[in-house]
Structures are given as structure tokens and as C-alpha cells.
């Protein structure tokens, strides 16, 4: 392929045309493959939702770079294969115990909650950590709920709030997630019930050699007066060198936050950075004086695309969303966020951060929507971002659109290089320049990494940023 026919980070130039038939095709006989042994396929309401989920997915297919809000994502390199289903590998009943150690590692310290293991898309138990129970409360897997008899509590909260509320514009991906998914986690807060401790719900990818995908679906629902604090972690598992075939996750979470409800969900995202692809749906419903936060981090994958979006549907609702995407090497990092203001009185921060180096590429889109009769709405955004050598680039574009004449609302990006005088000043002290660079980038980043709601969260933000490696390559 000529210089010409390549993207700057070195992916192929994205030209206008939508999924080809063959990739189409290899999902559509999936589906009627797959469907009759799908989790709940015995019941009417998920045959019915899963079956309007593929004729989505069979309209749309995937984004096609025509689309505003994809031009800048190298949908090719991630739709190119028809992969196959990580499930459907054959088991392999030793993995669990001889990445013991490994997966151990990636719990959350310092806190003795729930942590639910899911390698390739399947729930592993006995890797998993039973946490100190709430009354009434759920923190397991989706398929085994999925699985219980019809009409009985476990079964009714699925059929209450699984795909209830589609995102806005719809995607291909999360069409595609609902249409087959097999397993995931469901976490569940009966009114005025809390969890004590964090509930962590940890997903590991190994990468063999053929193109495979997992589709984890998480379901969140805090009823009103309840509080929970979530994390989600996405890693790789074994060698994960160039040559192994690639991964793709294609994730989706639902949140249901009731009246007077605090949720709080975490992401940590470290899958491997030459053969994992990531693409994430994030989609969350608020009601009246509900309060959510939302803190992710995106720090691995060759690819990663994440989509978040929080309507606050119930007066006095807000919402906070943080974020820091840490790439070098030929990364690729998109975070499109959209808050919509429908009701009054609602508040909405917004602050991303993105430290970017080699030949990697940032993208930040970030919408804020305020209804006609979402009178004083006060939302601020904000982007910033950290550029290390001269090959690194980013495009944001922070978005406001305003049907409300009294609210207070303001957004502002900047894209900014290393500060050589403050390089100068800590040079001339006697810190050498890599090591001087290193504390620059983490103090730019410490901001978000000490606003982590969950301390154990913050402890790997630490370890995370102090190890990895911000060289310029200027």
C-alpha cells in the first residue's frame, strides 16, 4: 500500500463504503446458529428483543466513515474479519489455575468486594471473589439470572431493563452485542440498599490464532435511595505479540439510576496494545436528584472506541464524567461522549484528559444536549490534551447544543506540547530529562487520576501512569 493510502498513524485511509455483504452474512448465520442456545432463549420477551436487536444490526451494519461521528475511527481495521465467538473455543480447563497468579493481580487492592472473572465472554467461578452480600441485592452473572425460571425476581429484573433504553444515534455494535450476547454481569440494588464494598467485574481476553470476539453485557440498576460503586476492568491474557491474531470486545453497559440513587462506574481498560480491539457502549438513565459518576480510563488496545451516554431524565439529576486515554506507539483512542439534559435543574462536569506519543492518534467528541424545558441546566465541559512527540495528534471537538435560554453552560479544548521551561527548571536541578518528563505527564494527569471514586481504583491509576513509558520520540 502507497504513503498516500495511509492515515498518518499508519491505519489505512477509511474510504466511503459501508460492511460488506461477506461480514454481514457470517453474523446473520451466526445468529439463527446461535439463537436456539443463547442465555433466556426460552423466554418470548429476550427471543423477541434479541431478534429486533439483528434486524438493527442488519440495517445499520457497521459505521461507515460518512458518518460525523466515526470519520476519525479506522473502522476498517476492526471490521475487516468475520470473527469467530471466543465462546465457542473449545474450554480449556486448565487456563484457570495455571493464570491464577496473573488474573489475581489485576483485583482490586485494598478492599474485600465482589469480583466477578469472565475469560473469553465466559463467567469462571472459581477465579471469582464472593463479596459481603447486600439485602436483596444481585452481583452475579447475567446468563445465570437469565436463566431462572420466568416470573421470578431474577428473571424479572432482566425483562424490566435490558435494552430498554437504545442509544441515540443507534449503533451497529451495540445492535449487534444485544443480538448475541451470551454472558456478562448483572448487578442489582433493591430501594435504599447499598453494597458495601466495590463490586469489580473483571474481563480477560487470550488471543490465539484466529481473529475472535466477545461480547460482554452488563446490566447496572440502583433502585431509588441506593448507592454502588462499580469497576470494570478489560485485560489481556498470555502472549499477546504482534503476530497473534487480533481480539475484538464489543461491550455494552446499562444503567438505571432511581430517584436519589449514587452510582458510581469505573473503567480500567489495559487489553494488549498490538492485537486488542475495543469497542464500548456506555449507555445510562437517570431520574430526579440521582447521581452518577463515571470515571474511565483507556490505556491499552491497538484500537479503542468508547461511547458514553447519560440522559438525565428526572429533575435535579447530575452527572459527572471523567476521563484519561494514555496512548503511544500507532494506538488509536475515541471517547464520544453525549449528556442530555431533558428535565430542569440538572448539573453536568465533563473534564477528559489525553496524554498521546509515538505515532498515536486522540479523538474527543463530547455533546452536550439541553432540551427546550431543561431550564437551569448547569453543564461544563472541558478537554485537555498532552501531546509527547511530534508525530502524536488529536482531534476534539467539544459540542454544545442549546435549546434552553437560562442555563449556565461552557466548554473549552486545548491541545498543548511538553512545557520546556518547567523541563528546564527540574533539568537544572539534577532530575534527569526522562524521569523529568515522567513527573510532568503525571502531574497533567494526576487531576484525574486522584478524582477516582474508589481508592483501590486509585492505587492501580498510580502504578499504572508511574510505569508506563512517555519517551518522546521528537
Same mark, same amino acid.
Not at 457497521?62 to 473502522?75: A, H, L, N
Not at 425460571?149 to 429484573?157: K, L, Y
Not at 537544572?428 to 518528563?437: K, L, N, P
Given at each position: 500500500?502507497?504513503?498516500?493510502?495511509?492515515?498518518?498513524?499508519?491505519?489505512p485511509?477509511?474510504?466511503i463504503?459501508h460492511?460488506?455483504?461477506?461480514?454481514?452474512?457470517?453474523?446473520?448465520?451466526?445468529?439463527?446458529?446461535?439463537?436456539?442456545?443463547?442465555?433466556?432463549?426460552?423466554?418470548?420477551?429476550?427471543?423477541?428483543?434479541?431478534?429486533?436487536?439483528?434486524?438493527?444490526?442488519?440495517?445499520?451494519?457497521?459505521?461507515?466513515?460518512?458518518?460525523?461521528?466515526?470519520?476519525?475511527?479506522?473502522?476498517?481495521?476492526?471490521?475487516?474479519?468475520?470473527y469467530?465467538?471466543?465462546?465457542?473455543?473449545?474450554?480449556?480447563?486448565?487456563?484457570?489455575?495455571?493464570?491464577?497468579n496473573?488474573?489475581?493481580?489485576?483485583?482490586?487492592?485494598?478492599?474485600?468486594g465482589?469480583?466477578?472473572?469472565?475469560?473469553?465472554?465466559?463467567?469462571?467461578?472459581?477465579?471469582?471473589?464472593? !463479596?459481603? *452480600? /447486600? %439485602?436483596?441485592?444481585?452481583?452475579?452473572? =447475567?446468563a445465570?439470572?437469565?436463566? &431462572? #425460571?420466568? !416470573?421470578? *425476581? /431474577? %428473571?424479572?429484573?432482566?425483562d424490566?431493563? =435490558?435494552d430498554?433504553?437504545?442509544? &441515540? #444515534?443507534?449503533?451497529?455494535? /451495540? %445492535?449487534l452485542?444485544?443480538?448475541?450476547?451470551?454472558?456478562?454481569?448483572?448487578?442489582?440494588?433493591?430501594?435504599?440498599?447499598?453494597?458495601?464494598?466495590?463490586?469489580?467485574?473483571?474481563?480477560?481476553s487470550?488471543?490465539?490464532?484466529?481473529?475472535?470476539?466477545?461480547?460482554?453485557?452488563?446490566?447496572?440498576?440502583?433502585?431509588?435511595?441506593?448507592?454502588?460503586?462499580?469497576?470494570?476492568?478489560?485485560?489481556?491474557?498470555?502472549d499477546?505479540?504482534?503476530?497473534?491474531?487480533?481480539?475484538?470486545?464489543?461491550?455494552?453497559?446499562?444503567?438505571?439510576?432511581g430517584a436519589?440513587?449514587?452510582?458510581?462506574?469505573?473503567k480500567?481498560?489495559?487489553?494488549?496494545?498490538?492485537?486488542?480491539?475495543h469497542?464500548?457502549?456506555?449507555?445510562?438513565?437517570?431520574?430526579?436528584?440521582?447521581?452518577?459518576?463515571?470515571?474511565s480510563?483507556?490505556?491499552?488496545?491497538?484500537?479503542?472506541?468508547?461511547?458514553?451516554?447519560?440522559?438525565?431524565?428526572?429533575?435535579?439529576?447530575?452527572?459527572?464524567?471523567?476521563?484519561?486515554?494514555?496512548?503511544?506507539?500507532?494506538?488509536h483512542?475515541?471517547?464520544?461522549?453525549?449528556?442530555?439534559?431533558?428535565?430542569?435543574?440538572?448539573?453536568?462536569?465533563?473534564?477528559?484528559?489525553?496524554?498521546?506519543?509515538?505515532?498515536?492518534?486522540?479523538?474527543?467528541?463530547?455533546?452536550?444536549?439541553?432540551?427546550?424545558?431543561?431550564?437551569?441546566?448547569?453543564a461544563?465541559?472541558?478537554?485537555?490534551n498532552?501531546?509527547?512527540?511530534?508525530?502524536?495528534?488529536?482531534?476534539?471537538?467539544?459540542?454544545?447544543?442549546?435549546?434552553?435560554?437560562?442555563?449556565?453552560?461552557?466548554?473549552?479544548?486545548?491541545?498543548?506540547?511538553?512545557?520546556?521551561?518547567?523541563?528546564?527548571?527540574?533539568?537544572?536541578?539534577?532530575?534527569?530529562?526522562?524521569?523529568?518528563?515522567?513527573?510532568l505527564?503525571?502531574?497533567?494527569?494526576?487531576e484525574?487520576?486522584?478524582?477516582?471514586?474508589?481508592?483501590?481504583?486509585?492505587?492501580?491509576?498510580v502504578?499504572?501512569?508511574?510505569?508506563s513509558?512517555?519517551?518522546?520520540?521528537?
Amino acid at each position: 500500500m502507497s504513503a498516500d493510502t495511509r492515515a498518518s498513524n499508519g491505519y489505512p485511509r477509511m474510504t466511503i463504503t459501508h460492511t460488506t455483504d461477506r461480514i454481514i452474512d457470517h453474523y446473520r448465520s451466526a445468529f439463527f446458529a446461535r439463537a436456539p442456545r443463547l442465555p433466556g432463549a426460552e423466554a418470548d420477551w429476550l427471543r423477541q428483543r434479541r431478534r429486533g436487536a439483528f434486524d438493527r444490526f442488519s440495517k445499520l451494519g457497521f459505521p461507515s466513515p460518512d458518518r460525523e461521528d466515526w470519520k476519525y475511527t479506522p473502522i476498517d481495521a476492526i471490521t475487516e474479519h468475520p470473527y469467530r465467538f471466543a465462546d465457542d473455543r473449545p474450554p480449556d480447563d486448565s487456563l484457570p489455575e495455571r493464570h491464577r497468579n496473573t488474573i489475581e493481580a489485576l483485583y482490586l487492592p485494598d478492599t474485600d468486594g465482589y469480583c466477578l472473572v469472565f475469560i473469553d465472554g465466559r463467567h469462571v467461578p472459581e477465579l471469582s471473589r464472593a !463479596g459481603i *452480600p /447486600a %439485602a436483596g441485592a444481585v452481583a452475579g452473572s =447475567l446468563a445465570e439470572n437469565l436463566a &431462572a #425460571p420466568t !416470573g421470578t *425476581p /431474577a %428473571a424479572r429484573i432482566p425483562d424490566r431493563y =435490558l435494552d430498554r433504553y437504545p442509544p &441515540a #444515534p443507534v449503533s451497529g455494535f /451495540a %445492535a449487534l452485542n444485544s443480538a448475541l450476547f451470551t454472558d456478562g454481569a448483572l448487578i442489582y440494588l433493591p430501594a435504599g440498599t447499598r453494597f458495601p464494598e466495590p463490586v469489580q467485574l473483571l474481563f480477560v481476553s487470550t488471543h490465539g490464532e484466529e481473529p475472535a470476539i466477545s461480547l460482554p453485557r452488563i446490566l447496572i440498576v440502583a433502585e431509588p435511595g441506593s448507592a454502588v460503586d462499580v469497576v470494570e476492568s478489560f485485560a489481556s491474557l498470555g502472549d499477546a505479540a504482534t503476530g497473534n491474531a487480533p481480539h475484538l470486545t464489543n461491550a455494552v453497559t446499562e444503567i438505571a439510576v432511581g430517584a436519589n440513587a449514587r452510582v458510581s462506574h469505573c473503567k480500567l481498560q489495559t487489553e494488549a496494545e498490538h492485537t486488542a480491539l475495543h469497542v464500548a457502549t456506555v449507555r445510562v438513565h437517570q431520574a430526579e436528584d440521582s447521581r452518577f459518576f463515571s470515571h474511565s480510563v483507556s490505556a491499552g488496545a491497538r484500537i479503542a472506541r468508547n461511547d458514553i451516554e447519560a440522559v438525565i431524565d428526572g429533575e435535579g439529576g447530575e452527572c459527572t464524567l471523567d476521563g484519561l486515554y494514555l496512548a503511544g506507539g500507532r494506538q488509536h483512542v475515541d471517547y464520544h461522549t453525549r449528556i442530555e439534559h431533558a428535565k430542569p435543574n440538572g448539573a453536568s462536569q465533563e473534564l477528559y484528559k489525553g496524554i498521546l506519543t509515538g505515532r498515536a492518534h486522540g479523538v474527543f467528541n463530547g455533546e452536550v444536549y439541553v432540551h427546550p424545558h431543561a431550564q437551569h441546566t448547569d453543564a461544563k465541559q472541558r478537554n485537555e490534551n498532552l501531546l509527547l512527540s511530534k508525530n502524536a495528534q488529536v482531534d476534539t471537538k467539544p459540542q454544545l447544543d442549546i435549546f434552553a435560554d437560562d442555563v449556565q453552560c461552557a466548554h473549552g479544548a486545548t491541545v498543548g506540547q511538553m512545557d520546556e521551561n518547567m523541563l528546564f527548571y527540574l533539568r537544572s536541578r539534577g532530575i534527569a530529562a526522562d524521569e523529568a518528563e515522567k513527573l510532568l505527564t503525571y502531574g497533567f494527569a494526576g487531576e484525574i487520576v486522584h478524582r477516582a471514586p474508589v481508592p483501590g481504583l486509585e492505587t492501580k491509576l498510580v502504578q499504572l501512569r508511574l510505569s508506563s513509558d512517555t519517551t518522546s520520540d521528537r
